[in-house]
């Protein structure tokens, strides 16, 4: 068994599993932080982004790269359209995959990339949430990077990388960053997508059963237990132990693992989800009662949905209920309406809602009393007439490099009253604030992420017992943010052996197969004749006819007619032959010229007027004769002076 | 042989009440929980009395399952749980344990407030009941306790109806619960893959019927209420709330909209806001085209179809209601039917199935004359017209669901008599599958294979593969397995005979033979073991031999020819015990010619 990494990212995982000769892609998460390097893409033409100074490396003659690059502050930005890091493709040939099994809407942006135009025919399994709602974010990045046109293509800059300034210079792999995927991949990727259910069992090939489970993340997480006849691997992606809109994490059916690889433990390890959220409605609060409009960055599901709820209780506390909050993206209907659809995936106060009838989320109510009302783009119609200020707005995209975000921070960001939330914690807020810099807006950072943190991880093992855990690398090293934080690693024990891997490597994981299993039919059953050998222990010895289906063994009876003569019952002997017995036996039956002599190990017995020879040892004996009646006649002896099963 | 118990309380060639009481491995299971509509006496309710004489029945029965949420299959579950007593799990999808309870509070209503019905269920005990429910979502399997696995598929008869997949041990069973092969304006089809249960339990409602095309239907229908409100005569649909209902209005709400009709038409529910409630939440449980447009435009939001009032029976002109319940056995609907039926201009149609006892199964007969119980009669000069829109499976819709999962057995419930036994002999001659339909109380064995699985070892049977693999393909021939089980603190397993005696910690005895012929064969010794060779391939076509430095094997059976120059050749042929039989036949072969 092996495990292949192929993202550098563990909150964007990407692996290869090979396992009894399946190929499973496990998760195809798609790394974001190289849009970080580009300038933002604006709906309208942006004079300061126009104006920025043409930034060249001073050794470089190479005319090429010249308008490739601009300057903001001490930043370089490269003017063009945002770039991506798709997974690693030179590992694995991604037609060899048969199976890619996806564990929650954030860990499947790079799917069109694995599966469009590289030969792909495998299955692609993920629960009707991830699908639904993984199909929003896709069709919602397309449409941000879209609507924006750019009229040329910087390529020319990756050939002088190393000249660049940081942290351009360190950035992952650019010459393999690719343009995003258009709406015909996306389409025609997702259709792939096989819709399963939680504690669903899927069958590959006869070989794997795979099966999901609730992981607490968001909508439809899952982590997925793989398991063939003898062994189990758990791949634990983001997962989460807290109480929030989600189904519960189902912790009971990962436990005992064979291998157990862990992977999207938590951005923020040292800030709580909770205090944050609190922060949050207060700050919101009170930029709202000062005057001042929130922008929220934000994908268009997940943790908005709980912001939706918390964030109006508290509004209505500080007396600021009457603010609108405004919600903004190409898919923002389709989020709210499928929000309260996926009743059956909820944790069970929401779910029980839908019983009343009664729609799960309060945002249902939210949008009839018209406190949240949501649009496609700043541009459509009705917008204009019903925004009203101070209010928040609910926007992406939160790398601030493309989307309606861009426009409101070119609108909001020269006033101190306005501010800026940063909740979604996969980018910088830093990095991506630093193409608008200077900024008169107050930032504020209360990045809430409800995966595991390294305590609750930590727990989590010591509870599930697995045998061999499997992490990224940095895992088992303190955060680079915090270093000195050494309690923020995932703890080896002498339990179980720690493996961990990083970006590129293929990595062997202890795990021997040593028994299958087959399935006997009555009639071979039938024909078990279990001697016990030993207190406790019976063997039978067993023939039968093997089918073998979809990798299914089967064990029959003969049909009848054939004629093979292994199907008769083949018996072995063991134990001592007793030379004295064997003697006695052998004079019962008249046969008294028995000479005996040592030899090697045991004895020689020489008849001589029969001219046989018998060697009997511990563990064999060899007849050598000429006359069958006389052989057959030892045969008998011989088991009568031992015992068989 | 393990056997598969089947007894039907309810449903055994009969519709009503479907209760199905499936015994195997050692559980019980209770497949529905139904009321019959056409009785108002103890009748009404399964038999429950023949699971346990007296008391609770909660020892008896390891859990329930109900299939969808039509009082038929749902009815007298509170009955069950709270008065009998049973107070283990209860199994049902989302949507029905939503709906369920809905619709049994209105029937209590009815039973208690408006027939006067003592002894029944009070809302208190629905409530209870509903506590013991577990619901599950499609494909989950669950495991009831370590032995009993449950699985549901989707049935596309009403929202939320499912069939469900039981297995204990080896044994398995579907139960279908209603179902529908054709996807409708609302619903999609029927599916389940090819699990190959030892048993398929089928409603059969529609054992003889093939219906015609779903669009003819449809064409019928509505062109049957637009001559009666343009004769201007009343239409009245008996429905029940949820489910027909959903989706005749959709059909009627359309051609209302295409044609411009101003007729009132009038859905007679308060239920009818909350009803639709339930499928706007439940949206992912419809067919493919709502679920695709919902965000956009809800199916569900009717612009032509208004509440019904009751002074409205008497309001003069046209006008199409759709009343409840379904039957015309009570309530509204039966109530519109006492005032319009004897004006020959209105309308009835029944779009669903009537039971026996019921009203509507009455007037389907052709019964001209109604009496009520206080003595009041009827004329029912409307006419009456039955369209068949409950969303049964039809006779063709019954087989395709045989050959999707392939099971061993077919048992019919949920039927009339008659219609089963045409079924049953189609069946039987189109799949050669025993087909069961027993009446209710009555005990159906059906006997199974079983299958064991067992764990073997991985050498084995690479060994066994490389010995396959290593012969020239013939798919006729048959792989042989052979080995040592090894049973040891609770584990099977079988292995090659030399690990097993390791593993049992005991010492294999090999007994080997060797006899010597001798041949007059000039030449070399290997010219002799080559024709040797050759001999025994052609007798022995069946067994692989190997050929090295003159000597010969099969199995364990070692040939090897000596004395270089001599004419007269010595063949030494050995073998151990376990080929006795090979090595004595090669050694009498090599004997024969040696004369």
């Not at chain 1, 609108?411 to 009253?417: A, V």
């Not at chain 2, 519709?15 to 499936?22: N, P």
Request: net charge negative; hydrophobic share 40%.
């Amino acid at each position: 068994m092996k495990l292949y990494c192929l993202s550098n990212d563990p909150n964007k995982p990407c692996h290869i599993l090979t396992f009894r000769e399946i190929t499973l892609m496990l998760d195809c998460g798609l790394s974001m932080q190289s849009v970080l390097n580009f300038l933002p893409l604006s709906y309208v033409y942006s004079n300061r982004l126009h104006n920025l100074p043409v930034w060249m490396p001073s050794d470089v003659t190479d005319i090429d790269v010249e308008g490739e690059l601009r300057e903001n502050g001490d930043r370089i930005f490269i003017d063009s359209p945002p770039e991506f890091c798709p997974p690693l493709d030179k590992l694995i040939d991604f037609a060899q995959v048969d199976v890619i099994l996806i564990s929650n809407y954030l860990c499947m942006m790079a799917l069109p990339f694995i599966t469009e135009g590289t030969g792909f025919q495998g299955k692609v399994y993920a629960t009707e949430p991830t699908l639904q709602i993984g199909r929003l974010l896709l069709e919602e990045l397309v449409t941000h990077i879209e609507q924006c046109p750019k009229a040329n293509f910087a390529a020319q800059w990756k050939n002088v990388v190393h000249k660049l300034p940081y942290p351009l210079n360190e950035s992952f792999k650019p010459k393999s960053w690719r343009q995003i995927y258009n709406m015909g991949n996306v389409n025609e990727s997702l259709s792939r997508i096989q819709m399963v259910g939680y504690n669903e069992k899927i069958d590959i090939y006869g070989a794997l059963q795979v099966l999901p489970t609730s992981s607490g993340y968001n909508l439809g997480s899952s982590n997925w237990i793989i398991t063939s006849d003898h062994e189990k691997i758990v791949y634990l992606s983001g997962s989460s132990t807290l109480t929030t809109h989600p189904r519960p994490m189902d912790h009971h059916a990962l436990k005992n693992a064979d291998v157990l690889i862990m992977t999207d433990l938590t951005q923020t390890p040292i800030s709580n989800p909770d205090s944050m959220l609190g922060l949050l409605c207060v700050v919101v609060s009170l930029t709202l009662r000062g005057g001042g409009n929130a922008l929220i960055p934000c994908y268009p599901s997940g943790v908005i949905y709980d912001l939706f709820e918390c964030l109006s209780i508290k509004m209505q506390d500080l007396g600021v209920q009457n603010c609108p909050m405004f919600f903004i993206s190409p898919v923002a209907d389709m989020s709210l309406a499928y929000s309260n659809i996926l009743a059956e995936w909820l944790s069970s106060a929401k779910q029980n809602r839908v019983y009343v009838p009664d729609e799960p989320f309060p945002h249902a109510l939210l949008l009839k009393n018209s406190k949240l009302k949501h649009f496609k783009h700043i541009y459509s119609d009705g917008f204009s007439t019903d925004f009203q200020e101070p209010c928040v707005v609910f926007c992406g995209h939160p790398s601030l490099r493309f989307g309606d975000v861009v426009q409101f921070i070119e609108l909001w960001g020269n006033n101190p009253r306005n501010c800026i939330v940063f909740t979604e914690p996969d980018f910088d807020y830093i990095e991506a604030l630093a193409p608008y810099q200077p900024i008169q807006m107050k930032v504020a950072h209360c990045a809430i992420d409800t995966s595991l943190n390294f305590t609750q991880a930590n727990k989590l093992i010591k509870d599930l017992k697995p045998s061999t855990l499997v992490v990224p690398e940095c895992y088992t090293q303190p955060p680079v943010s915090a270093p000195t934080l050494t309690e923020l690693v995932i703890e080896s024990n002498s339990d179980r052996t720690l493996i961990p891997y990083k970006w590129g490597e293929v990595i062997n994981l202890p795990l021997k197969r040593k028994q299958g299993q087959i399935i006997m039919e009555t009639e071979v059953a039938q024909k078990i004749n279990p001697i016990e050998v030993k207190s406790g222990i019976s063997l039978s010895s067993l023939t039968g006819s093997l089918m073998i289906k979809d990798n299914v063994h089967n064990m029959k009876s003969f049909d009848s007619g054939s004629e093979n003569k292994l199907q008769k019952g083949i018996h072995y002997e063991w134990g001592l032959v007793n030379v004295t017995e064997f003697l006695q036996k052998l004079a019962q039956e008249g046969i008294i010229d028995a000479k005996v002599e040592p030899s090697g190990n045991g004895v020689m017995i020489h008849l001589q007027d029969e001219d046989a020879l018998i060697q009997i040892e511990d563990s064999c004996t060899h007849v050598l004769c000429n006359s069958d009646e006389l052989r057959l006649r030892l045969r008998n002896i011989l088991m009568q002076c031992l015992k068989q099963f | 042989m393990p056997e598969i118990k089947i007894t039907p309380l309810g449903a055994g060639q009969d519709v009503g009440r479907s209760c199905i009481l499936l015994s195997m491995g050692g559980k019980n299971i209770m497949l529905d929980c139904g009321m019959h509509m056409g009785y108002n006496d103890e009748r009404r309710f399964p038999d429950f009395s023949f699971i346990s004489s007296e008391g609770p029945i909660t020892s008896y029965i390891d859990c329930v399952i109900i299939s969808h949420f039509h009082l038929d299959h749902c009815g007298a579950l509170p009955y069950m749980s709270e008065m009998v007593g049973y107070t283990g799990p209860i199994y049902m999808t989302h949507p029905t344990k939503a709906i369920a309870p809905i619709l049994l509070e209105d029937m209590r209503k009815v039973s208690v407030e408006k027939k006067g019905d003592s002894n029944f269920f009070t809302s208190q005990m629905i409530k209870d009941c509903m506590k013991k429910v577990i619901a599950v979502t499609l494909h989950q399997s669950v495991m009831v306790d370590n032995e009993l696995e449950i699985k549901a598929y989707y049935a596309g008869h009403v929202l939320g109806a499912a069939m469900f997949w039981i297995r204990v041990g080896s044994q398995s069973v579907v139960y279908t619960g209603d179902y529908n092969m054709t996807p409708d304006r609302h619903l999609g089809a029927a599916w389940i893959d090819k699990c190959r249960p030892d048993l398929l339990i089928t409603e059969s409602t529609y054992a003889t019927t093939i219906r015609d095309s779903k669009r003819c239907r449809e064409r019928d229908f509505l062109k049957k209420v637009h001559e009666c409100i343009d004769r201007g005569g009343k239409v009245l649909i008996p429905v029940f709330a949820l489910g027909r209902a959903q989706e005749l209005c959709i059909l009627l709400e359309t051609y209302w909209e295409r044609m411009n009709l101003k007729v009132p038409v009038y859905f007679a529910l308060g239920l009818t806001e909350k009803a639709n409630n339930y499928y706007k939440m439940f949206i992912t449980w419809t067919n493919q085209k709502i679920r695709k447009t919902f965000v956009q435009r809800n199916m569900f939001d009717f612009k032509h179809i208004k509440p019904f009032d009751r002074q409205y029976i008497d309001n003069p002109g046209p006008m199409v209601v759709f009343a409840t319940p379904g039957m015309l056995h009570a309530g509204l609907s039966l109530a519109i039917f006492k005032k319009w039926a004897p004006n020959e201009n209105n309308m009835v149609i029944m779009p669903g199935f009537c039971v026996q006892g019921t009203v509507g199964h009455k007037i389907l007969n052709g019964a001209k004359k109604i009496e009520f119980e206080n003595r009041q009669l009827v004329e029912v000069k409307m006419s009456v017209e039955y369209m068949s829109f409950s969303a049964h499976a039809d006779a063709k819709g019954i087989m395709q669901l045989i050959q999707y999962c392939e099971p061993q057995n077919v048992m019919l419930v949920h039927g009339e008599a008659v219609k089963m036994e045409f079924l049953k002999n189609k069946i039987k001659q189109e799949f050669n599958l025993d087909c069961y339909n027993p009446a209710n109380g009555e005990t159906c064995v059906i006997n199974t294979t079983v299958k064991i699985p067992i764990d073997v070892s991985l050498s084995l049977l690479k060994a066994e593969a490389k010995k396959f693999n290593a012969l020239p393909p013939d798919p006729k021939r048959q792989r042989t397995l052979h080995g040592v089980l090894v049973m040891k603190d609770n584990s099977i397993c079988l292995m090659d005979v030399d690990e097993a005696c390791k593993e049992a910690g005991i010492n294999r005895h090999v007994i080997r033979f060797t006899s010597t012929v001798h041949l007059h064969d000039p030449g070399s010794s290997l010219s002799t073991a080559h024709k040797l060779h050759s001999l025994m391939m052609d007798k022995l076509p069946e067994w692989s031999f190997t050929f090295t430095d003159g000597s010969i094997s099969v199995e364990t059976v070692l040939v090897k020819v000596e004395g270089e120059d001599d004419d007269q050749k010595s063949v030494f042929v050995s073998w151990t015990n376990q080929d006795e039989e090979l090595g004595s036949y090669i050694l009498n072969l090599l004997n024969s010619m040696g004369q």
